[in-house]
């Protein structure tokens, strides 16, 4: 029954990469190189921001919510977004299109995200005598970050690749793609400050995935129009 219960949580937390990346065009156009490559450059973006998370916050205390301390971290959040940067302009990819380059590029780092934050508790945790939904309201959390990961390279690639662009969205891009480099300040808020409970917070990191990825839709759409 444990082993069971681990299969299921480990389904949840990366069958849907999997499932993404088989039943779209990324699978034709064998982007898998540009995966690899995506969640290469964020294994050396999750070991900066450790040595830099180590040299500038101090262990806190409690669990309580601490402003400083948070606007740090979204300071140093913003390496990922250097991070996705490099890996969309810089790295060299296979002949594809923005559409599909960037979808190779946030299905990297998403899966990358969630082998090194979730597989090691999975593994440890799931397979424990006694039935917790903790893990699976992880896996739920993972397949929120894959959708708000490919939005955020949706709206990478419109800030960085595509040149031509209304410049009437250019703010709204902008917009949206701050507030989803600042969305785990925001889950951190409403865990320790608010004191939301996890099915509460996974719920809310769940709707808004799927707004910001409705949002982040429409903007690629919009800016794919003939000017």
Not at 40 to 54: D, H, P
Not at 110 to 117: P, W
Not at 194 to 217: H, N, R
Request: positive net charge; aromatic residues 14%.
């Amino acid at each position: 029954m444990t082993v069971f219960h681990f299969l299921n949580c480990a389904f949840l937390t990366f069958g849907p990469h999997v499932v993404y990346y088989s039943a779209t065009p990324l699978s034709e156009y064998d982007t898998i190189g540009t995966s690899v490559k995506a969640a290469a450059v964020y294994l050396g973006t999750a070991l900066v921001k450790l040595v830099c998370l180590a040299t500038f916050l101090k262990v806190p205390e409690n669990d309580s919510f601490d402003p400083y301390q948070e606007l740090m971290k979204v300071f140093i959040g913003f390496i990922d977004v250097a991070g996705l940067y490099f890996a969309l302009t810089q790295l060299t990819h296979r002949n594809i299109s923005q559409n599909h380059k960037f979808q190779a590029v946030g299905l990297g780092w998403a899966f990358a995200d969630s082998v090194l934050h979730r597989l090691a508790p999975l593994w440890i945790g799931a397979r424990g005598l006694e039935f917790t939904w903790e893990y699976i309201f992880q896996g739920i959390e993972a397949n929120a970050n894959l959708v708000m990961t490919l939005s955020l390279a949706a709206l990478g690639s419109l800030m960085w690749l595509r040149k031509n662009k209304p410049r009437t969205l250019v703010p709204i891009i902008y917009a949206c793609s701050l507030l989803l480099a600042t969305m785990p300040s925001i889950t951190s808020y409403l865990r320790r400050s608010l004191e939301w409970q996890t099915p509460k917070v996974v719920g809310f990191e769940l709707f808004s995935s799927l707004v910001m990825a409705f949002i982040s839709w429409q903007l690629f759409s919009a800016c794919q129009r003939p000017m």
